[in-house]
């Protein structure tokens, strides 16, 4: 019984833990407005010391380009924008530097009731969330450096200023220009592709100057201190900086940023910002070449931002030839398998923490079950059945045991009648009798046992996957990563641990009884807090976990009256 009682601790601590973080998430102080709900128009000014927001340290093999004094101006705006619009992204490139400042997804919704505005993922309204990229000329003595190739501060030039995907085209080329002083040309061009979220980035150099030209490319994002994500688990959910290193995926807070700067050589790598459901991530287009990542923080006119970046090997140009550079970005959901598909560990963003063992199958599991049923709620529950199938000879085996023990209850009892003041005596007597009995006191934990780290795990499953965003099952349950609205699934829960208290046996301390009988009670308030399908889940459980276990206790009364007769 201590072994029991200790588990019930145990599992109450970790709910309790849980809820405090998602009542302390519901009753905060709102947070200002975010990205989502600016307007729709051109971005304001933002200010950075163009010489700190380069990246510093040279490409492999290269020497560290010199940055003259006339480029380091205090300030520097977007400038004019280029509107871009496809059947996924909506989103303005600025003509100087030719950065992504403002993206919105229109096939994500803010929320449930403001469905037709996007959720905004870049902006550059102050702190500024941009994705920048530009390239750094290698050192030649006697040569300004500026004037041969463009950095994110450079003046391009477009042909349009809004470019729209055709109905029926996979392409959207969107090229922008820049010349240098000594005839060096430039043409960094977007390529958009129809249902995608990333965007190709190339550089084509046309060196037309009278000497050869070396410059490496560089990307990367620039972020303000985040803010309070809104959402009910949304505070839960990592919102920093991340980078791969072609082996593992790490993390990089932005607190870190200033003491343990990012400063490595790898291959196959990418760097991103993450937060509750999006990305926005660099990437190479080859996963052979070697490229530095990097990370900086500059404080610049009373604001903090934060850079992580990569830059890629020098191109060599001779003088009347060309050449090119590139890479790809993207800004969009944690869709796990678009981005396992796009970049070698980039899936690795949705990330289910220590629990990713069993995350990782259940969502594979789950999304299987969705693609045939066409509904995540159903797909939950067919998703709790299989479960419950997969452990059914254990649970069976947990059952037996704890029908025995109701049947012996009656003797449990008495001895606690005739040894009411020697525990140790009491202890011996019982465990006696469970040898006689041939019962396993601890059999009746399994089934909270196996249960507790699959409900953890279908909880980051929630938290973490951007598919189960808004999505309904039935009736007032329109999203299932929130908490039902009228608190239906968490009763029905309430019930059901009820009926299956019943079904125990009862327990022997007079303390352990009141606690079982408030235990319904306490769970359906913590689980008032939780997302519906997991509440949906641990519902389904029950109703199975019942049906077992009172075929098993029949079986075994029936037994024992046969056995009397």
């Not at 059999?443 to 249960?451: A, F, R, S, T």
Request: some cysteine.
């Amino acid at each position: 019984m201590e072994s029991q009682r200790s588990l019930l601790l145990i599992t109450l601590a970790f709910l309790g833990f849980m809820i405090w973080q998602a009542w302390m998430q519901d009753h905060a102080p709102a947070p200002t407005e975010q990205a989502t709900t600016q307007q729709a128009q051109a971005p304001s000014a933002v200010t950075s010391e163009s010489g700190k927001d380069l990246p510093t340290a040279a490409a492999p093999g290269a020497e560290p380009a010199a940055i003259s004094q006339q480029n380091q101006a205090a300030t520097f705006d977007v400038g004019a924008t280029i509107h871009v619009v496809t059947d996924v992204l909506d989103l303005k490139i600025s003509t100087k530097g030719g950065d992504l400042v403002d993206v919105k997804l229109p096939t994500y919704p803010v929320s449930l009731e403001r469905k037709d505005e996007p959720f905004q993922l870049l902006h550059a309204d102050p702190p500024p969330y941009i994705a920048q990229s530009g390239l750094i000329h290698d050192r030649i003595d006697g040569v300004d450096v500026n004037k041969r190739a463009p950095t994110h501060h450079a003046q391009f030039v477009a042909e349009n200023s809004s470019y729209v995907l055709a109905d029926g085209a996979e392409k959207l080329l969107v090229p922008l220009t820049w010349v240098g002083e000594d005839g060096v040309k430039v043409t960094k061009a977007y390529t958009f592709t129809r249902g995608k979220f990333y965007v190709d980035v190339d550089y084509k150099v046309e060196n037309q100057s009278a000497t050869d030209w070396s410059a490496g490319a560089y990307m990367q994002l620039r972020h303000g201190p985040p803010k309070p994500q809104a959402g009910m688990f949304g505070a839960q959910s990592y919102n920093g900086a991340a980078y791969y290193d072609g082996e593992a995926y790490h993390k990089l807070p932005f607190d870190d940023m200033e003491e343990e700067p990012l400063d490595m050589t790898v291959k196959s790598g990418w760097v991103a910002i993450l937060q509750h459901y999006f990305i926005s991530a660099w990437m190479p287009q080859s996963t052979e070449m070697d490229n530095q990542l990097y990370s900086k923080v500059i404080h610049d006119a009373g604001q903090t931002a934060y850079l992580v970046g990569m830059r890629s090997p020098s191109v060599s140009i001779p003088a009347g030839q060309s050449g090119e550079l590139g890479a790809r970005v993207y800004v969009g959901p944690k869709l796990q398998k678009e981005l396992e598909k796009l970049y070698p560990g980039l899936e690795l963003t949705s990330d289910y923490g220590i629990f990713t063992i069993f995350a990782k199958p259940l969502f594979w599991m789950l999304d299987k079950i969705h693609a045939v049923v066409g509904n995540w709620g159903w797909a939950i529950i067919l998703l709790t059945i299989l479960i419950k199938l997969a452990f059914f000879k254990l649970s069976a085996t947990s059952y037996r045991s704890m029908a025995k023990m109701k049947k012996v209850a009656p003797k449990l009892a008495s001895i606690k009648e005739r040894y009411p003041d020697d525990k140790q005596r009491q202890q011996q007597a019982m465990m006696e009798l469970y040898k006689t009995e041939k019962i396993n006191p601890l059999g009746g934990c399994l089934p909270i046992l196996i249960q507790i780290p699959v409900f953890i795990a279908l909880f980051w499953v929630l938290q973490e996957s951007v598919e189960l965003r808004q999505a309904p099952w039935i009736l007032w349950i329109k999203d299932l990563s929130l908490k039902d609205p009228y608190y239906v699934l968490p009763l029905l829960m309430g019930i059901s641990m009820f009926l299956q208290n019943k079904l125990n046996p009862p327990q022997p301390d007079p303390m352990m009884q009141k606690v079982m009988m408030t235990m319904p009670i306490v769970f359906t308030v913590f689980f008032a807090f939780f997302p519906s399908g997991l509440v949906l889940y641990w519902v389904v459980n029950n109703v199975l976990s019942i049906a077992q276990q009172w075929y098993i206790t029949r079986g075994i009364e029936q037994e024992a009256e046969k056995a009397r007769r």
